[in-house]
């Protein structure tokens, strides 16, 4: 299993595409571990890209 840290915005986009191929994965195999661990991936990366957004969105308070 290749899995790694989101870093590129191209990682975030194939993501999205790899969870939906594993939805239908049954519980227990190596295809739903992935896609929890996917999952979880993206959930951080959209929420350290809105911190980050924030941050240098103009006008924010820094």
Do not use: F
Not at 19 to 32: D, N, P
Not at 36 to 44: K, M, P, S
Request: hydrophobic content about 40%; aromatic content about 2%; some cysteine.
């Amino acid at each position: 299993m290749d899995i790694k840290p989101l870093d590129t915005e191209d990682d975030d986009c194939a993501a999205p595409r790899e969870i939906e191929s594993l939805m239908s994965a049954e519980l227990g195999t190596i295809e739903a571990d992935r896609l929890d661990i996917l999952a979880t991936l993206v959930d951080v990366w959209e929420a350290t890209s809105r911190d980050r957004s924030a941050v240098s969105a103009p006008g924010a308070a820094h």
